[in-house]
């Protein structure tokens, strides 16, 4: 396989400058992939590449894998989610550390919603039912700031988790700014693999700890 990428960058060196080699390259290179693994009668998951050098990975090393619909939805995760105005830690809003999980009511809520192993897309239609309820009654109560909580399983470097909760986080935050919510009125922190809900080392435990949360302050 790497011989055959070798060949077609080559090939693209002698027909255009290095530049624009490249812009083909990360607009081609998905397509070329998926095409030859295809007719290997093998299927891989695509990665976001940023440069040439991410361009090739090594076998067995970590990355956060993106499959078709996270790449419909990745200029939504990176583009349209200025962050808030209002600091946490200031005047009007206290630290992250200040704001306080749902009680009572609130609780049937704001409640925690999951993920697949890797992803930081929500796909259940559950989630997303309450995903919309959270964004209706933000709509309704403007004195409500909310945090969202991005979290993972064990499974993987701490590094790797830290950077897949982020993406989580602010995934649920795009969905509740498309459904009308202020972006001042929403944080994202990630928590990685540090915070388990359950303990346990099975499939059902790291379910239940690939997950998004929300901490809750009223001004």
């Known amino acids: 396989m790497k011989k055959l990428y070798i060949i077609f960058l080559l090939f693209m060196g002698c027909q255009k400058s290095s530049n624009q080699t490249w812009e083909n390259i990360k607009t081609a290179g998905c397509y070329f992939n998926k095409g030859i693994s295809s007719l290997c ?9 940023e440069n040439e050098e991410d361009f090739f990975w090594k076998e067995g090393e970590e990355y956060i894998s993106l499959n078709e619909e996270d790449l419909k939805n990745l200029r939504s995760i990176t583009d349209g989610t200025m962050q808030s105005k209002i600091i946490p830690g200031g005047k009007e809003i206290p630290n992250i550390s200040k704001f306080k999980s749902p009680k009572g009511e609130w609780a049937t809520i704001f409640k925690t919603v999951h993920f697949d192993t890797d992803d930081h897309v929500i796909k259940n239609k559950g989630d997303l039912i309450i995903l919309q309820k959270i964004a209706k009654f933000l709509k309704k109560n403007s004195n409500i700031y909310v945090c969202v909580e991005g979290h993972c399983d064990e499974r993987a470097s701490a590094a790797y988790n830290m950077a897949l909760g982020a993406r989580r986080a602010n995934h649920v935050r795009v969905l509740l700014i498309k459904n009308g919510i202020d972006y001042n009125r929403i944080y ?6 540090e ?5 346990g080392h099975t499939s ?3 379910r239940k700890n690939r997950r998004a949360e929300f901490k809750l302050f009223k001004r």
């Open 41 to 49: 009668g093998k299927h891989y998951e695509s990665i976001q590449v």
């Open 188 to 193: 994202t922190v990630s928590y990685g693999k």
């Open 195 to 199: 915070k388990p809900k359950s303990l």
């Open 204 to 206: 059902l435990d790291w």
